[in-house]
């Protein structure tokens, strides 16, 4: 029987800001472009929050039941480390998804933004998916892929579609944070190189090989600085953004210097912290630049 800090630990809330930052972005925009409902932003940051718990205990599941995460580093695996039963891991990201569902179901009603209902079923279905069913898509590189549509594109545009038209602030933010969280996942696949090529996880890093996760990893944080650029050409204050860029110091020389394993933890978690302070400071200079 699995402990409340071992339940806990297997959301993995290092992963977190991937789910709060498109949130902050897509609010930003709104208030930028001259709306904001915050009671529309409340919502859609707990959809996004459930539907990243979700996902982690999905992937938890799905992984543990083919023993893929029978020998890892970094955080609590509930089945892998036969902490929990499969079957109560399986319970909770579904318990997940629902919540996400109804609460986005009352947000789609709130905003009357109708186009949301398909898309938002359709992110469900990728979330169980991504490790789930018999050909996951997480085992064939396209991992990276979800995570920049869902959590990048998806969850900034449709905060932002909720309270105001999409514009290219939107857009700019959205491919940013995008960038980012596809680079937590990918500082994380680049850990699990070894044991996923073992198991026949063929991930984006599996099949890029060491070298070349590394220059994505380098290449998915400027592009969210390329965005902050964009930005900036529309309000000069999206360069408030740049004072994030020391946090992303240490876990890009992580990066970039051949660290493996275990020594790439600091690396997932400070891209995470880098991701959240990057979203927030681009919010606020949004904010600041209002219309």
């Not at 800001?17 to 498109?22: I, Q």
């Not at 955080?75 to 036969?82: E, W």
């Not at 064939?140 to 905060?159: D, H, I």
Request: charged residues 10%; positive net charge.
């Amino acid at each position: 029987m699995a402990t409340l800090n071992e339940w806990i630990e297997g959301a993995r809330p290092r992963t977190l800001p991937a789910a709060v930052s498109p949130v902050l972005i897509g609010t930003g925009a709104a208030y930028q472009a001259g709306d904001l409902v915050v009671a529309y932003a409340v919502l859609a940051l707990a959809v996004s929050l459930l539907l990243q718990v979700g996902v982690n205990y999905a992937n938890d599941y799905s992984d543990g039941i083919r023993g893929t995460d029978e020998v890892r580093v970094g955080p609590v695996r509930l089945v892998g480390q036969r902490l929990a039963a499969p079957r109560s891991v399986k319970i909770a990201a579904f318990t997940c998804f629902f919540f996400a569902g109804l609460l986005g179901l009352a947000l789609v009603a709130l905003a009357g933004v109708w186009l949301m209902i398909p898309i938002g079923a359709v992110c469900i279905a990728a979330a169980w998916f991504y490790t789930g069913g018999s050909r996951p898509y997480g085992y064939l590189g396209l991992g990276e892929v979800f995570v920049f549509v869902f959590f990048g594109l998806v969850a900034t545009l449709g905060t932002m579609a909720t309270m105001t038209p999409l514009t290219a602030l939107g857009w700019y933010g959205a491919v940013g944070v995008g960038a980012l969280s596809s680079a937590i996942l990918v500082a994380n696949n680049l850990r699990d190189i070894p044991t996923d090529r073992e198991h026949g996880k063929r991930t984006l890093a599996v099949r890029l090989g060491e070298r070349g996760t590394r220059a994505l990893y380098v290449g998915l944080l400027a592009l969210a600085v390329a965005m902050v650029v964009l930005s900036a050409l529309v309000t000069p204050w999206a360069l408030l953004a740049l004072l994030a860029l020391p946090l992303a110091l240490r876990p890009l020389q992580a990066v970039t210097g051949g660290a493996t394993g275990r020594d790439l933890v600091p690396a997932l978690a400070g891209t995470g912290v880098f991701q959240l302070a990057w979203s927030v400071l681009l919010a606020l200079g949004l904010s600041l630049g209002r219309s």
